[in-house]
């Protein structure tokens, strides 16, 4: 168990002389909380395989350092790391029972028999394993088979933390919910920091209490799932989390104003000190734009559809070129395809070269 | 529904029919009659019924002595080149390298002695092995070492060992290497989280993995070995005396050299079946694991 840092952490395939914007992982700096769980959320390519492959030590990072409590494990091998993993795929040792599959790392490791006993028979029963432990693993399914992996990851209680690869892209989705909760419930009762890789952002956001999300290498935002709803750091994250995504739309911003086509939208905060030059948008979640009747005031847009997602309905509109999304009202109908946006102004964000800007109150 | 009558297809059969009677069912029946007889040139035999038969599994007769013996002598050759070709070319595939130009470069080098003509390899090595002119012989006797395959049993033997390992060690490194190459890497990243040691991976992973392909290996090598007969015969002609005498070259001698048909057949009838049984038997064992692996997938 411990507190993992990143320190200028980098990696890039291709060597330390590629030039940065190849890197595979961008460098960064952070800190992982012992005992927490975290996701690692973002597409696919965006490198965040990558980051975990190099804390688990199965990559040598071209640049920067991990410490462990403080102590650099850099240079160390997989092997002397106290660090488990499990993959995208289950991994299953064909000749060996259930319980000898879950006793391996800790005879590896050369811990005493009644210690092992102890630990298999622990986690056999916190993962329902238990009357699988003494049969052959191969003929079991795919889930007992990836809940194996899990209980070969967690069967150490020295691991400074446990990774997932997206642990669970083989499992049924029925079966998914049943895991996900299963691993939750590990985590709390464990005391384990967990972090857990996914694409996926309900998977992330429902077992996770800080998800970092990567986006081209790069850590763009870490923080509570309110975090990442209520505040993108990135306008990646605003539309990467979120169904729909978050609406990015160009504007001129000034003051406590911003101006989309003329229009004027009022702003809660003051924007005085935005960089020259830079690419300025406003960002505001379907949840806080309204469609209604159009009025004087109101910045016009044309519907395109209404999708109805039974306890919400949300409209696709459209201003000049920009595609939005926007919350329609109980009973909203419009005659003429036309609708006004109504803004909730403190939920409005400003990005400048989609970095967000912090206006002053 | 009626069935069309329709006799045509026969004419797609029998083409087959005829083609298999006269390379297998003829021969092999005639070898069956001469195996029931006697014959002292000119073209006359005599009944002999199982007389043959009784003769080659009864020690104290020429013919079951000799049978026996260099049926023994078989035996023993094929464990040796088993015990040694097998963990060899295990060891080999796994000291190839995975990925780069150097893996072609393996390969071709271990394929070459697997494209060389039988003969030839015992052309090679009986000429390697000559203590006048033979580098390994010439040099083996140079250093001290009273070396020569002509005149001494078990430097016969060691010369047909080595060289039956030199030509057939790649078949096994190169089956091995195919399932090696099989394994998925995942496998190898978690056996590394799990912190297994070298020898722990390949016991949990890499030994599980190939055993499909080491059964096939061990089949065709054991198949192969016991109807070597071409290499020896080039080296040391089964000698010196009888000492590398194999079931083939004994059955040749007997056959050719003595022109005793009845003998020859009936010895070969046996010889055959020995062979289909262990056939059989490997084939059987092979196909259970088979579906056994499809029973645990289509659990899966």
Known sequence: MARIDLVDLAHSYGGNDAPQETFALKPVTMTWRQGGAYALLGPSGCGKTTLLNVISGIITPSRGKILFDGADITPLSTQKRNIAQVFQFPVIYDTMTVGQNLAFPLKNRGVPKTEIDKRVAEIGRLLDLEPYLNRKATRLTADAKQKISLGRGLVRSDVAAVLFDEPLTVIDPELKWQLRSKLKALHRELDLTMIYVTHDQTEALTFADTVVVMHDGRVVQSGTPAELFDKPAHTFVGYFIGSPGMNILPAEVRGRE??????????????DKLPAGAKIEIGVRPEFVEVVAPAPGLLTAKIERIDDLGRIRFARVRVGDAKLAARAPNGFTSSDGTAGLKFDPSHIHVYADSLLVEGAA | MDKTVNQKAWFLVLPVFLV?????VLPLMTVVNYSMQDTFGNNQFFWNGVGWFKELLDPSTDLGGRFLASLGRNLFFSLVILAIE??????????????????AACLVILALPLLIPWNVVGTIWQIFGRPDIGLLGYVLNHIGLDYNYVS??????VTVIVMDVWHWTSLVALLCYAGLKSIPEAYYQAAQIDGASRWAVFKAIQLPKMNRVLLIAVLLRFMDSFMIYTEPFVVTGGGPGNSTTFVSIELVKIALGQFDLGKAAALSLVYNLIILIVCWIFYTVMTNAGTERKHQEGAA
């Open chain 1, 258 to 271: 911003a101006r989309i086509d003329g229009h004027v939208i009022a702003l809660n905060r003051a924007y």
């Open chain 2, 20 to 24: 298999v009677a006269f390379s297998a």
């Open chain 2, 86 to 103: 097998v963990p060899l070319g295990i060891v080999v595939a796994l000291s190839m390298p995975r990925q780069g130009w150097t893996v």
């Open chain 2, 152 to 157: 001494n049993d078990i430097d016969a033997w």
